[in-house]
């Protein structure tokens, strides 16, 4: 690696963790590598859902939890492996799509073993389109500017390979779980076509300039970007699943509904909303972090419907569902949106005096003890129970495509 990098991560610990993500896999690593990558390329470039590989696992006497919490895991701001899911393998359920990242994709050894290669070069070159995207990008001297590309431009930029390209719904499947794209800035799509996007390009990116094809350098200016200098002796803390994540299966859950059109998660700042993924490691990003939920919160787009008389999002999300989903399930999505009120009510005492008493007694409700020693720690307490409640609002709503209810605007 030349000088000239914008990190030169040259330390023994980025070379040592390159190394042990890179390390050869287990024979039951390479398996379910090998069983994963597979299925993905029978069914159309599709993850197969985790009961399918649990099943194959099955059939062989062996425990695919068990082998997948086997697999090196980078814990730093960021949390990378071969499998998305690494982080949260304890909580795998039968639907979850089991999606492998760029490294698992190097390590696979099976007969679409070319695919598989040529596919992580397209979504390299795909970051060096970020990248020179960003290093020509111009701003006027009195007016600040957003650079955003369209998936349409991306391919355009691309398309000078012989092979066929990757589809646009593809290329963002990459992106939402690839570090580069998804702290760049994210998806600022407003369209309900799934092959089509618009991509926020932040100035994090031009940290990759100069890897080309080379994934190795990848993952060493990734390690080196996102390491925490005490990270060997920094406490790993499980978490179901990353936030971004969370809130874009949620989004993906409504919209499975037929009379869902629009997105029910609207980033109103993608580059706030990417931030969701990170620690916070002072008062500054703590408060960072929750004022950034807070937003989506209050951005919900929640259609007509039901008993709604205005008031904050959640309150009308409440009417709305109440309205469509059976009787059963408001227990469940009672919980869930309380739960997301008491974050609600954190976020207004972080920035507002008189919302103080109430904000305390959320706090409480969280069991997060005041004041606060430990901002990480407090945000990883109310990063993990908001997941946990969006994950409730997620099944809820898809049980509602097996059960349908009347109108909810009539």
């Not at 355009?156 to 702290?183: I, Y």
């Not at 919160?297 to 419907?305: A, Q, T």
């Not at 409440?318 to 999505?333: D, G, I, T, W």
């Not at 009120?341 to 904000?359: T, Y």
């Amino acid at each position: 690696m030349s000088d000239s990098s914008p990190l030169a991560p040259e330390s023994d610990e980025v070379e040592a963790e390159v190394r042990r993500l890179f390390a050869p896999l287990t024979a039951d690593q390479q398996r379910i590598v090998d069983v994963t990558a597979h299925a993905f390329f029978v069914s159309d470039r599709r993850w197969p859902t985790f009961q399918h590989v649990e099943v194959e696992f099955d059939r062989e006497g062996l425990d695919a939890k068990a082998v997948l919490s086997t697999f090196p895991l980078f814990v730093g701001s960021v949390r990378y492996g071969a499998f998305s899911a690494l982080s949260w393998w304890g909580n795998l359920r039968d639907e979850t799509p089991l999606e492998m990242s760029l490294l698992g994709l190097h390590h696979y050894g099976g007969p679409f073993k070319a695919l598989a290669d040529t596919l992580v070069r397209d979504i390299l070159r795909l970051l060096q389109v970020f990248v020179e995207a960003r290093q020509s990008f111009r701003t006027s001297p009195t007016e600040v500017g957003q650079l955003e590309l369209t998936s349409t431009e991306a391919l355009g930029r691309l398309r000078q390979v012989q092979h066929a390209l990757p589809s646009a719904d593809l290329l963002a499947s990459f992106m939402k779980s690839e570090p580069p794209f998804f702290t760049s800035g994210g998806n600022r799509s407003g369209g309900d076509a799934e092959e089509t996007w618009t991509w926020m390009v932040g100035r994090s990116v031009l940290d990759y300039a100069g890897v080309g094809l080379d994934l190795e350098e990848y993952l060493r200016r990734l390690v080196a970007k996102y390491r925490s200098p005490q990270s060997s002796g920094a406490r790993a803390i499980a978490s179901p699943l990353s936030l971004p994540a969370s809130l874009g299966y949620l989004d993906t859950a409504w919209r499975v509904v037929p009379q869902h059109h629009a997105h029910l998660v609207v980033m109103p700042s993608p580059e706030r909303s990417a931030s969701l993924a990170f620690n916070a490691t002072s008062r500054e990003e703590y408060l960072e972090r929750i004022s950034a939920i807070g937003d989506v919160l209050k951005s919900l787009n929640v259609p007509k419907g039901g008993a709604q008389r205005g008031g904050h999002a959640l309150e009308r999300l409440r009417a709305y569902l109440f309205a469509v989903l059976a009787l059963e399930s408001r227990p469940r999505v009672t919980e869930a949106l309380d739960r997301l009120d008491l974050v609600r009510r954190i976020r207004n005492g972080g920035g507002h005096a008189e919302a103080e008493p109430d904000a305390l007694l959320a706090y409480r409700s969280l069991g997060i003890v005041l004041p606060i020693r430990d901002w990480d720690a407090a945000w990883e307490t109310v990063r993990s129970r908001t997941i946990e409640a969006l994950d409730a609002l997620r099944d809820e709503i898809l049980s509602f495509v097996d059960t349908p209810a009347d109108d909810p605007e009539k």
